[in-house]
Each structure stands twice: as structure tokens, then as C-alpha cells.
């Protein structure tokens, strides 16, 4: 897997057209918006903020689910089951096979919890999506992205990667996490 700053890079600084492999040039589209834009056919390079779920799980005792993140960016740390959206999925969709995915366990979202608009270190942005879902089924186990999956009590929680997780923390629970 390529480090997070050649993915960057590469998302950040496109040189070719998507559409049909023109140069890209940097200049104002129609609104006056500095853009890349292939001269060859017209296309727009928008770069837009990178869509993502976070998913808040809370057991019978009121514990919360967390993920230790196996990979970057913030490999170690721990935070909520989480992923990038899917373009062939919805939201929820796309919430329900994450926590398969980190987790082992099946779910089905209960509701919406919020949104969160913020910074992230390889597409500098990112819309994240909390959902509150419900454990229907499955072993808890760490799946291909976690080192570790487990409950934690909501008074002893660990650190948490990602401002967007501790938002939906404390809009649920309200409890402010560091």
C-alpha cells in the first residue's frame, strides 16, 4: 500500500483528465473557481470533501464498541468502527458492512446520529456520517483493518483517533472523550 502522502499527493495534485487523459490546467471555471481543467473536453476536476461512516455501537451495560486502528492514519489509536463510502452503497449500507468488516458483527442501524465536516490527512477533507446501530449477530473479533476490537466502559475510554469520533461520542452519550 502506498504512505499516506503519495496518496495524498496524488489525490491532491491530479495532472491528467479523468475523461480523456488531457493535462490539466489550474484556471477559473464559470463561478470564478480555481479548478483543474482539461482544455482538450471540457472536464472539471472538482475536488471534493471524501465521504465516510462512523459507526457508535452501545452493548447491554452501556459499553461502547472501539476499533485499535491497524493501519494509518493513526495506526494504534483507538476509534469507532469506521470507513470511506462505497460508491455501489448507501450510507447505511455501507455502515452495516464496515462493522462486519472491522468488527465481526452483524448490525442494523438504529438511527442517524449527526454529521461531521473535518480535516483528514490523505483528501484533506472528510464527511463523516455517525450512525447508532444495534448487534443482530456475529463474534466479535478484529477484522482486517483493526488489531483489536472491544467494549469500553463510556467513564474509562481511551484516546480517540479522529475529531469526528469523538463527536458522535458525545452527541450520543454525551460524554466529551479526549
Not at 479523468?18 to 482538450?40: F, M, N, V, Y
Not at 492514519?73 to 458492512?97: C, D, K, Q, T, V
Not at 452483524?106 to 444495534?134: A, C, E, Q
Amino acid at each position: 500500500m502506498k504512505d499516506i502522502k503519495t496518496v495524498r499527493d496524488l489525490y491532491l495534485n491530479a495532472n491528467y483528465c479523468q475523461s480523456c487523459g488531457g493535462k490539466l490546467e489550474l484556471k477559473d471555471d464559470r463561478e470564478g473557481k480555481l479548478r483543474a481543467i482539461c482544455p482538450t473536453c471540457g472536464f472539471i476536476l472538482y475536488k471534493n470533501p471524501i465521504p465516510a461512516v462512523a459507526i457508535l455501537v452501545l452493548n447491554d451495560q452501556q459499553q461502547i464498541l472501539l476499533i485499535k486502528r491497524l493501519m494509518e492514519p493513526r495506526a494504534g489509536m483507538w476509534a469507532l468502527p469506521s470507513g470511506y463510502i462505497e460508491i455501489n452503497m448507501s450510507p447505511e449500507e455501507n455502515a452495516i458492512a464496515e462493522m462486519k468488516e472491522e468488527t465481526g458483527l452483524d448490525g442494523v442501524v438504529d438511527h442517524f446520529i449527526d454529521w461531521y465536516y473535518g480535516y483528514s490527512p490523505i483528501y484533506l477533507r472528510t464527511l463523516s456520517i455517525g450512525f447508532k446501530m444495534n448487534v443482530t449477530g456475529g463474534k466479535l473479533q478484529a477484522g482486517d483493518d483493526a488489531d483489536d476490537a472491544k467494549f469500553f466502559t463510556l467513564d474509562k475510554l481511551p484516546p480517540i483517533a479522529f475529531d469526528a469520533h469523538r463527536h458522535f461520542i458525545q452527541k450520543e452519550t454525551g460524554i466529551i472523550s479526549s
